[in-house]
T-cell receptor
Framework: EAQVTQNPRYLITVTGKKLTVTCSQN?????MSWYRQDPGLGLRQIYY???????DKGDVPEGYKVSRKEKRNFPLILESPSPNQTSLYFC???????????????FGSGTRLTVV | EDQVTQSPEALRLQEGESSSLNCSYT??????LFWYRQDPGKGPEFLFT???AGEEKEKERLKATLTKKESFLHITAPKPEDSATYLC???????????FGKGITLSVRP
């Protein structure tokens, strides 16, 4: 089944303890991206990647890191999590269209992160 | 700064009562406009991509249209299973930055 898989689904951690949320896609998509979703603020893009070893910042990259060493994986790293990073996180992947832009993202099921 | 505004915030319809959801945008260099459906507790589900003014796409009871300033998602004869939050997003600029609106929560009563 074509899908984007992110783990874990739920995570509670303490301030300052480094964590990684994994994301993997099996559709050979070029684009991958991370979003956070907060009540009243909607979905906001954190980082995106156009292909292996190519990443760029979205609207809210502060406090996050990403890497794209393989086409299928795009982990999100929080080096020193803080309570304001408590949120619902989504990973997504997309094929590129004929102009090399993302055609339409397929989203994972989400990771609900709580930082206390 | 790119802005995407969706209206109304919430919409309640009777089954079979057709309506339209609006997405207006102020961006520089629109590359594409996307519509998504999101059910509670789930990730958004891709519906349509529109690239240029005048373009239309259809899927079952949904039809998306695009002008230079806004997009509409028309829902014809909705059913209760169409209840969800509908999101639009714009792709802009030379990079691939994607900006979402805050969504429209649609409730369809039987």
């Amino acid at each position: 089944e074509a899908q984007v898989t992110q783990n874990p689904r739920y995570l509670i951690t303490v301030t300052g303890k480094k964590l990684t949320v994994t994301c993997s896609q099996n559709m050979n998509h070029e684009y991958m991206s991370w979003y956070r979703q907060d009540p009243g603020l909607g979905l906001r893009q954190i980082y995106y990647s156009m292909n292996v070893e190519v990443t760029d910042k979205g609207d809210v990259p502060e406090g996050y890191k990403v890497s794209r060493k393989e086409k299928r994986n795009f982990p999100l790293i929080l080096e020193s999590p803080s309570p304001n990073q408590t949120s619902l996180y989504f990973c997504a992947s997309s094929p590129r269209d004929r102009l090399y832009f993302p055609y339409g993202y397929t989203f994972g099921s989400g990771t609900r992160l709580t930082v206390v | 700064e790119d802005q995407v505004t969706q209206s109304p915030e919430a919409l309640r319809l009777q089954e079979g009562e057709s309506s339209s959801l609006n997405c207006s945008y102020t961006v520089s260099g629109l590359r594409g406009l996307f519509w998504y459906r999101q059910d509670p507790g789930k990730g958004p589900e891709f519906l349509f991509t529109l690239y240029s003014a005048g373009e239309e796409k259809e899927k079952e009871r949904l039809k998306a249209t695009l002008t230079k300033k806004e997009s509409f998602l028309h829902i014809t004869a909705p059913k209760p299973e169409d209840s969800a939050t509908y999101l639009c997003a714009v792709l802009t600029g030379a990079n691939s930055k994607l900006t979402f609106g805050k969504g429209i929560t649609l409730s369809v009563r039987p």
